[in-house]
């Protein structure tokens, strides 16, 4: 494959370490990246129809990334949007996603996660039956939101736990190795990742089970993990 041919990445951040390390990063991995340290010149690049991702920080010199994001979405752009900020808060992270990002990455970051992060932005976007919602008994999970509910009671869940969460359901019932868990959304399979993937999955099955629902959340012993999902799958 040239590097015409490459997957486009749209990064669009003023810090010019911080673009420079990731352009770098991004370019190793065989991507064509092409770097905007304004809102406008990436609006313009974006318009070019060759790009397959979109990397924005929040906090540019001439715009805001929430309202850029928000523009592009209201304009038909559907290319996934992943945000960085420094504004790790609840709030912030809301008021991305409701802007229309498909993922938010706190600064400062592991550069391994943003990389495993970028794939499955890129994996889900090439898929047009990708789940947004799923529903199963008095269970919702909105992923587009990332918000769920048991009946009207919102579950708090962490930003991991959501990215488990959507990650299994995309599988559709189907086992998802605990290795491509860990690398896709911790970056790494090193024994620390590991536990914290032990960790998240225990919290969820006590989030979202109750005592008379079978466990959504099936362990394939010596392989990964299963989500149970009803007929038919996730809503796209």
């Known amino acids: 494959m040239t590097v015409r041919d490459a997957p ?16 770098r990063v991004l370019a190793d991995e065989g991507y064509r990246v092409v770097g905007a340290e304004r809102g406008e010149t990436g609006t313009r690049a974006l318009k070019s129809g060759q790009i397959a991702a979109v990397i924005l920080d929040v906090s540019l010199p001439d715009a805001s990334g929430f309202d850029l994001c928000r523009d592009w979405r209201a304009a038909g752009v559907r290319v ?12 912030s992270r809301v008021r991305g996603l409701d802007a229309g990002a498909d993922d938010y990455l706190g600064k ?4 391994s996660e943003l990389r495993a992060r970028l794939r499955a932005l890129l994996r889900r976007g090439s898929d047009p039956l990708r789940p947004r919602v799923l529903n199963a008994g008095d269970l919702t ?3 587009g939101r990332r918000q769920a509910w048991l009946g009207r009671a919102e579950i708090p869940l962490t930003r991991r736990e959501i990215d488990v969460l959507e990650r299994l359901a995309w599988a559709r019932g189907h086992a998802v190795p605990r290795g491509d868990l860990l690398e896709e959304i911790w970056g790494e399979s090193t024994p620390e990742a590991t536990a914290s993937l032990e960790v998240i999955i225990a919290r ?4 979202l089970e109750r005592g008379d629902r ?3 959340i099936r362990t394939v012993r010596g392989f990964g993990y299963a989500l149970a999902v009803p007929p038919g799958g996730p809503t796209p």
């Open 80 to 91: 996934p949007v992943l945000m960085l900020t420094a504004r790790t808060d609840v709030s």
């Open 204 to 207: 969820l099955r006590r989030k």
């Open 8 to 23: 486009g990445i749209l990064l669009v951040e003023d810090d010019a370490e911080t673009r420079q390390a990731v352009a």
């Open 108 to 111: 400062p970051f592991a550069l």
């Open 214 to 216: 079978e466990s959504l």
């Open 141 to 143: 999970i909105d992923f």
